[in-house]
Every structure is written in C-alpha cells, then in structure tokens.
C-alpha cells in the first residue's frame, strides 16, 4: 500500500509564504514524476508544479517566479515552497506521485489527501 501525507498547508496573509510537502511512504520501488494539483471553489483543477526524478521542472505561468517545486529522492518527497502568496492562491492543493510498487509492477498515480491554502487578509 502507497499512501501519500501532506502537510504545511494553512491560513497566511497576502505576501507570506507557506512550504508545502508530501511524503509517499509503504511499498515502493521507484517514483517517477512528483507533483502539485490545485483547485478552487468553482474553478477546473490546475497543475501548479511538476519535477522529474532528474530534477526538472515545469510551473504554471500564475506561479512563475514565486513557487519553487523540490524534491528528496531518498525521503520520497516533494516540496512546494511558496513565496508572495496572492489571494487568488487559495485552493485545496493536492499531491500526485507516479509510482512502481515493484519492478514488475506498472507506473501508477497515487494522490494525497489535500492540504487547504488561504490567502486572506
């Protein structure tokens, strides 16, 4: 069983900062593509960040500049480190991993639970 914890989530005011991350923890041979979903009430989903096992990464335009996606391979985590954080940033943010239980197992995308980001004054 893989399950993926989130935490770092929280209310802050316009301009702060949060860091977000997401541990996959259980059975586990490899992890491809990790991740950062968000959505807003009324809003379609979005991808916010993605990084490679090798370490690229591709943002969003909204958050260009202001979010940074990291990762520790060896703690199978994933970082969200959010900067000047903006109203319009509030969303449910959600993780995903791509990830092989076994060597003979396929790519499969497990999901966090969900993590609450307001941006209020």
């Known amino acids: 069983q893989v399950q993926l914890v989130e935490s770092g989530g929280g209310l802050v005011q316009p301009g702060e900062s949060l860091r977000l991350s997401c541990a996959a923890t259980?059975?586990?041979?490899?992890?491809?593509?990790m991740g950062w979903y968000r959505q807003a009430p009324g809003k379609q989903r979005e991808l916010v960040a993605r990084?490679?096992?090798?370490?690229?990464?591709n943002y969003a335009d909204s958050v260009k500049g202001r979010f940074t996606i990291s990762r520790d391979n060896a703690k199978n985590t994933v970082y969200l480190r959010m900067l000047s954080l903006k109203p319009e940033d509030t969303a449910v943010y959600s993780c995903?991993?791509?990830?092989?239980?076994?060597?003979?197992?396929?790519?499969?995308?497990?999901w966090g639970q969900g993590t609450q980001v307001t941006v209020s004054s």
């Open positions: 995903y991993g791509n990830i092989r239980r076994t060597s003979r197992n396929p790519w499969f995308t497990d």
């Open positions: 259980g059975t586990i041979f490899s992890i491809g593509d």
């Open positions: 990084i490679t096992s090798a370490g690229s990464t």
